[in-house]
């Protein structure tokens, strides 16, 4: 409940309102251990923007789409060594003639020691970008948009509560240059839309590479300033999951499965990591579903941009950028070391008597046990890494892309050990605009790789366009 009264509040509402605008945000409800509800906050636009007026308050405008990467690793190591003995006797006092006709007695003892270690290693790398604009060269307009906002409760696939509020105006800034030059934007052609299901071959390293490169490759100053179409992404995931075998808990609200692959494909993720989808693709998180078997799912995604038209060149802004060898080599940012050994010991001795006789059986045993514990831990934790920035200032240059995103789902059966690859291909509605900095852009419009991929319409860079 906390975590969607954060998203509904004024920072949160404003932090994720791109996605809110572009299917909505979910948030789990827990009851206890169960997860019966889910809850869905959206924002849609119900008519045009105005402009309101030109900003004056001489703030500068910042912008930053960063991603994170991490990796970690576990090893557990334990080793229990025990020996125990018992001896066991019987006699027959005075022959047998008495009136105890047997009598027995047991002793033992048993003794047991175990080690156990354990170390951990996490690695996180980051690649972004950050674009200032400042007041003094760049002027801006305040647009007002009117909006409506919705809270939908779901309970698995069903809904059972709403709540919307009409009437709302949403106020925003946005750079003067870049209101003229959004005029300038065309829509992607209706019959380059829609999903397209690719034979299992397709997701394979060596079909992957050449079909990114079919594509333009950005810089590393690019920065996506547009985008739209993230239920279209998850609506291929769903697919592709389907299709290479996938449980229906991948695909059915509420279940654990379903929650962690919309959490990992939000708008504002593959806002900040399209770059990195069009240069090297990424691996989203894991994702394991419970049932008869068990299931395991690996999935990773990939994108192309080609399409591409310049919009427009704007006012000079600062590209700060992560600096690194190229959009699939993020810069690490810091490791983690953890190393953890315990060593315990214990001992116990058994020992009982009593009458074995044939109409009667009683041992009184005592059961003395001791337990002797010794454990060191030594945990040690380190960072490691820099961030270097580039803090080139150029102008700045609005381009539009047709965007294709490839899905590669492998789903693995836990018991038999069967896995199944598909692959989904989806081309979004909306073009996709990327920031970056005019000489990046011209050296973009040289390369011949691109004759095709990329036109200068207005001739805004380029003499001929």
């Given at each position: 409940?906390?975590?969607?009264?954060?998203?509904?509040?004024?920072?949160?509402?404003?932090?994720?309102?791109?996605?809110a605008?572009?299917?909505?945000?979910?948030?789990?409800?827990?009851?206890?251990?169960?997860?019966?509800?889910?809850?869905?906050?959206?924002?849609?636009?119900?008519?045009?923007?105005?402009?309101?007026?030109?900003?004056?308050?001489g703030r500068?405008?910042?912008?930053?789409?960063?991603?994170?990467?991490?990796?970690?690793?576990?090893?557990?190591?334990?080793?229990?060594?025990?020996?125990?003995?018992?001896?066991?006797?019987?006699?027959?006092?005075?022959?047998?003639?008495?009136?105890?006709?047997?009598?027995?007695?047991?002793?033992?003892?048993?003794?047991?020691?175990?080690?156990?270690r354990?170390?951990?290693?996490?690695?996180r790398?980051?690649?972004?970008?950050?674009?200032?604009?400042?007041?003094?060269?760049?002027?801006?307009?305040?647009?007002?948009?009117?909006?409506?906002?919705?809270?939908?409760?779901?309970?698995?696939?069903?809904?059972?509560a709403?709540?919307?509020?009409?009437?709302?105006?949403?106020?925003?800034?946005?750079?003067?240059?870049?209101?003229?030059?959004?005029?300038?934007?065309?829509?992607?052609?209706?019959?380059?839309?829609?999903?397209?299901?690719?034979?299992?071959?397709?997701?394979?390293?060596?079909?992957?590479?050449?079909?990114?490169?079919?594509?333009?490759?950005?810089?590393?100053?690019?920065?996506?300033?547009?985008?739209?179409?993230?239920?279209?992404?998850?609506?291929?995931?769903?697919?592709?999951?389907?299709?290479?075998?996938?449980?229906?808990?991948?695909?059915?609200?509420?279940?654990?499965?379903?929650?962690?692959l919309?959490?990992?494909?939000?708008?504002?993720?593959?806002?900040a990591?399209?770059?990195?989808?069009?240069?090297?693709?990424?691996?989203?998180?894991?994702?394991?579903?419970?049932?008869?078997?068990?299931?395991?799912?690996?999935?990773?995604?990939?994108?192309?941009?080609?399409?591409?038209?310049?919009?427009?060149?704007?006012?000079?802004?600062?590209?700060?950028t992560?600096?690194?060898?190229?959009?699939?080599?993020?810069?690490?940012?810091?490791?983690?070391?953890?190393?953890?050994?315990?060593?315990?010991?214990?001992?116990?001795?058994?020992?009982?008597?009593?009458?074995?006789?044939?109409d009667?059986?009683?041992?009184?045993?005592?059961?003395?046990?001791?337990?002797?514990?010794?454990?060191?831990?030594?945990?040690?934790?380190?960072?490691?890494?820099?961030?270097?920035?580039?803090?080139?200032?150029?102008?700045?240059?609005?381009?539009?892309?047709?965007?294709?995103?490839?899905?590669?789902?492998?789903?693995?059966?836990?018991?038999?050990?069967?896995?199944?690859?598909?692959?989904?291909?989806?081309?979004?509605?909306?073009?996709?605009?990327?920031?970056?900095?005019?000489?990046?852009?011209?050296?973009l419009?040289?390369?011949?790789?691109?004759?095709?991929?990329?036109?200068?319409?207005?001739?805004r860079?380029t003499?001929?366009?």
């Amino acid at each position: 409940m906390q975590r969607l009264l954060r998203v509904l509040d004024r920072d949160g509402s404003a932090g994720l309102l791109a996605s809110a605008m572009d299917g909505g945000v979910g948030v789990e409800l827990f009851d206890g251990r169960k997860r019966p509800y889910r809850a869905v906050f959206s924002v849609r636009r119900t008519g045009p923007g105005r402009y309101a007026q030109t900003a004056s308050d001489g703030r500068d405008m910042e912008y930053v789409t960063s991603a994170v990467s991490q990796r970690a690793a576990a090893h557990d190591e334990s080793d229990t060594r025990g020996v125990e003995g018992v001896l066991a006797g019987s006699g027959k006092p005075d022959g047998g003639a008495g009136r105890l006709k047997g009598v027995g007695a047991a002793a033992g003892v048993g003794v047991s020691a175990g080690d156990s270690r354990r170390s951990a290693s996490v690695g996180r790398a980051q690649t972004g970008v950050k674009t200032v604009a400042e007041a003094a060269s760049a002027p801006s307009a305040r647009m007002r948009l009117p909006v409506a906002a919705r809270l939908e409760i779901f309970e698995g696939d069903r809904r059972v509560a709403l709540a919307e509020l009409e009437g709302l105006r949403l106020t925003h800034r946005v750079l003067a240059a870049d209101l003229h030059a959004l005029t300038e934007l065309v829509p992607v052609p209706a019959r380059q839309v829609g999903r397209r299901a690719a034979d299992a071959s397709e997701g394979g390293a060596d079909r992957l590479g050449p079909w990114r490169d079919g594509g333009v490759r950005l810089p590393m100053e690019a920065q996506v300033n547009g985008f739209q179409g993230t239920p279209r992404v998850q609506q291929a995931v769903d697919d592709a999951v389907r299709r290479a075998g996938g449980s229906a808990r991948f695909r059915t609200g509420g279940e654990a499965a379903f929650h962690l692959l919309r959490e990992a494909v939000s708008t504002e993720w593959l806002i900040a990591a399209l770059p990195l989808l069009t240069a090297a693709g990424v691996d989203l998180p894991p994702v394991h579903a419970t049932g008869a078997s068990g299931q395991d799912l690996h999935t990773s995604l990939h994108a192309r941009l080609r399409g591409g038209r310049v919009l427009g060149v704007g006012d000079k802004m600062t590209f700060e950028t992560v600096a690194q060898s190229g959009l699939d080599a993020p810069r690490p940012s810091g490791g983690d070391g953890q190393q953890a050994s315990e060593h315990g010991a214990s001992a116990r001795g058994l020992f009982g008597a009593g009458a074995l006789n044939a109409d009667e059986f009683r041992m009184n045993q005592f059961l003395g046990v001791m337990d002797g514990v010794g454990s060191a831990t030594d945990t040690a934790a380190n960072g490691a890494g820099s961030m270097p920035l580039h803090k080139p200032k150029f102008a700045s240059v609005l381009v539009q892309f047709t965007l294709d995103v490839r899905v590669v789902a492998q789903v693995a059966d836990r018991v038999s050990g069967r896995a199944a690859t598909a692959v989904q291909e989806v081309t979004l509605p909306q073009p996709v605009v990327v920031r970056m900095p005019a000489p990046a852009v011209r050296r973009l419009l040289a390369d011949p790789a691109n004759a095709g991929r990329l036109t200068d319409p207005g001739a805004r860079l380029t003499p001929g366009g």
